[in-house]
């Protein structure tokens, strides 16, 4: 699955295009209205794709998503199952017990298959969209260090991290919107809504 975020949003493309893009899997940045791509970086913002249809020689993928915004110690979905994250989580270190937040886009399998991952981490709010059915809201409930968080519309989650709120005429999904110095990123799950930057 690409997924493209805005980089910064003021800058121009070394040959004057001034419509950027930035694959935040590969730091490649591209201008839309001449094509060319070089290589870019942000460095305020570091995205750790921690559960993916493709992965890195040693990784697990699967199919489903999952990344670890890891300033803000928010998971951003949690990909199709707990052994999967849980292994690629153990590769690059990330610790689930520092995770202080868990944003759900939607309720499909491959992005909340791995919703166990709470039994590894300590008080974690969770935020889901408010369509999300009673039977998954109930099992997030059950867990005793969750908080559960639904969201309709627009709000910040935490200082520079926004959801989206629920979009979509379907499939009810949010996005995360992360705000640093010089850029905002949209995070997409599936991206039901063919999101056009």
């Known amino acids: 699955m690409l997924r493209y975020m805005p980089a910064d949003l003021y800058a121009k493309c070394p040959q004057g295009g001034s419509d950027k893009i930035e694959h935040y899997v590969t730091g490649l940045q591209a201008c839309r209205q001449c094509g060319r791509v070089w290589r870019g970086q942000n460095k305020d913002l570091k995205l750790k794709i921690l559960y993916d249809n493709e992965a890195l020689e040693g990784f697990r993928k699967g ?3 999952s990344c670890l915004v890891e300033e803000k110690k928010t998971l951003f979905d949690t990909g ?7 292994y690629n989580m153990r590769k690059i270190m990330v610790d689930p017990g520092k995770i202080n937040r868990i944003v759900l886009s939607h309720e499909h399998g491959d992005h909340t298959g791995g919703i166990q991952i ?3 981490c300590g008080h974690v709010d969770v935020y889901v969209p408010t369509p999300f059915s009673s039977r998954l809201k109930s099992r997030l409930a059950s867990f005793p260090n969750v908080s559960l968080k639904e969201i309709s519309g627009p709000e910040q989650i935490c200082q520079g991290v926004l959801t989206t ?6 499939v009810k999904e949010q996005s995360l919107i992360v705000e640093t110095d010089n850029s ?3 995070i997409t799950g599936c991206a039901h809504l063919a999101w056009k930057i």
């Open 63 to 65: 199919h489903g998503f």
């Open 118 to 120: 709470l039994d590894h």
């Open 80 to 86: 199709g199952d707990i052994e999967t994250l849980l």
């Open 165 to 170: 709120g629920e979009l979509g005429a379907h």
């Open 184 to 186: 905002i990123t949209l």
